[in-house]
């Protein structure tokens, strides 16, 4: 009974090592995505849904369009795309609402797909990835806040796009619970994510 008590301490001991290993690994990746702008001439710029309040962007959302905006003005792509489907409740999608708002910043409707589906990250990849397919896009310039650009990079790799991505500046320095928040949150959904648990 010593030994496999033992034995059980030692693989408890090893267990918790190895998830402590685990979190600091994918919590490191986090804040590198976060920091790093890899923004470059790419085919796409595709922007990533938050939410929208009936019919006007969140100002999460707002910031996401207005960078992606930007990297559209430096000419760094001719295409841009905004993903995000709704809520049951909801009369307008992320995407849609993505679309009116860069139409009235003098994006031509030509230079705009809308994806108005998907309710998630993976769906949204996964819908970008066809729409890629589609319009032969090869590179693509990935928007959102940077703590969600680790998981969304790879999620995107899985679907076999190649991404840049490219932070949303930050206006103001964000409190440290709700950095601890946003972290602790990636740090699950990609780990549920790698475990095929939805």
Not at 23 to 29: D, I, R
């Amino acid at each position: 009974m010593a030994v496999l008590a033992s034995l059980l301490r030692l693989v408890g001991t090893l267990a918790i090592v190895a998830a402590v290993a685990w979190v600091g690994w994918v919590e490191s990746q986090i804040h590198w995505y976060a920091r790093h702008d890899e923004a470059r001439p790419a085919n796409a710029i595709a922007i990533f849904g938050a939410a929208e309040y009936d019919g006007r962007p969140s100002p999460v959302l707002r910031a996401r369009l207005d960078h992606g905006l930007e990297l559209y003005q430096r000419g760094l792509a001719p295409l841009m795309i905004t993903l995000g489907g709704s809520e049951p409740s909801d009369q307008h999608s992320e995407g849609a609402v993505g679309q009116d708002y860069l139409l009235a910043h003098g994006v031509p409707e030509s230079a705009i797909i809308a994806e108005t589906q998907s309710s998630n990250t993976e769906e949204s990849a996964r819908r970008l990835s066809i729409i890629a397919r589609a319009n032969r896009l090869k590179s693509i310039v990935v928007v959102s806040d940077g703590t969600h650009l680790f998981r969304t990079h790879a999620i995107c790799e899985k679907y076999g796009l190649t991404v840049y991505t490219s932070p949303r500046p930050v206006g103001h320095s964000i409190p440290l619970r709700e950095a601890l928040r946003r972290t602790t949150h990636e740090v699950v959904s990609y780990t549920l994510w790698r475990m095929h648990i939805h």
